[in-house]
């Protein structure tokens, strides 16, 4: 499939779907969509018909209709279907999240310790989370790597939290890593 340039609005919307779609296993409303993404249903509406002409996003007519993602959605916003994942933990605040499923770990500036950074790609929604808010993810499967830090920042449009680093193990915990 051809890479497929979206708005910044669409990739929030199709997000959005796919998040909502993941958790109910069912046709998503529009009115739900909108209600995830702040927007308007009339909006929605609109941006799921070119969502359609793009073929990612299925109608589903009826009563307990909706919207369903295609797997052109899950390659347009490059998200592993994760059917199979393994289970990371993540805790926000101290609290582990169940409905969170960490995808990607991105480590930046680790060439400088006092600016150390993370950026953590989630499936879920990522609108309770805010500025200052203590995170915790892992370890990680293989290697066992667990990094916590404090909430920087949000990327809505890649479903991303920056955290500034505060500890980083490897292998956290008393396995030895398994690569």
Same mark, same amino acid.
């Given at each position: 499939?051809?890479?497929?340039?979206?708005?910044?609005?669409?990739?929030?919307?199709?997000?959005?779907?796919?998040?909502?779609?993941?958790?109910?296993?069912?046709?998503?409303?529009?009115?739900?969509?909108?209600?995830?993404?702040?927007?308007?249903?009339?909006?929605?509406?609109?941006?799921?018909?070119?969502?359609?002409?793009?073929?990612?996003?299925?109608?589903?007519?009826?009563?307990?209709?909706?919207? =369903?993602?295609?797997? /052109?959605?899950?390659?347009? $916003?490059? @998200?592993?279907? %994760?059917?199979?994942? !393994?289970?990371?933990?993540?805790?926000?605040?101290?609290?582990?999240?169940?409905?969170?499923?960490?995808?990607?770990?991105?480590?930046?500036?680790?060439?400088?310790?006092?600016?150390?950074?993370?950026?953590?790609?989630?499936?879920?929604?990522?609108?309770?989370?805010?500025?200052?808010?203590?995170?915790?993810?892992?370890?990680?499967?293989?290697?066992?790597?667990?990094?916590?830090?404090?909430?920087?920042? =949000?990327?809505?449009? /890649?479903?991303?939290?920056? $955290?500034? @680093?505060?500890? %980083?193990?490897?292998? !956290?915990?008393?396995?030895?890593?398994?690569?």
């Amino acid at each position: 499939m051809s890479s497929i340039e979206l708005t910044p609005s669409q990739k929030k919307i199709l997000e959005a779907l796919i998040n909502l779609y993941r958790e109910s296993e069912t046709a998503v409303k529009g009115e739900d969509i909108a209600a995830e993404v702040d927007r308007n249903p009339g909006t929605i509406r609109n941006q799921m018909q070119s969502l359609k002409a793009l073929q990612l996003v299925e109608g589903v007519p009826g009563p307990k209709g909706g919207y =369903k993602p295609t797997g /052109n959605a899950y390659d347009a $916003l490059q @998200i592993q279907e %994760m059917d199979q994942a !393994a289970d990371v933990p993540f805790r926000h605040n101290g609290e582990l999240i169940t409905g969170a499923n960490v995808q990607e770990i991105d480590l930046t500036s680790v060439h400088h310790p006092e600016l150390c950074r993370a950026e953590i790609r989630l499936q879920g929604s990522i609108s309770d989370f805010h500025e200052g808010d203590d995170i915790s993810v892992g370890p990680t499967p293989l290697s066992k790597l667990l990094i916590e830090g404090t909430l920087d920042g =949000k990327d809505d449009t /890649n479903n991303s939290l920056i $955290l500034t @680093i505060d500890n %980083m193990v490897a292998p !956290a915990g008393d396995e030895e890593p398994l690569h």
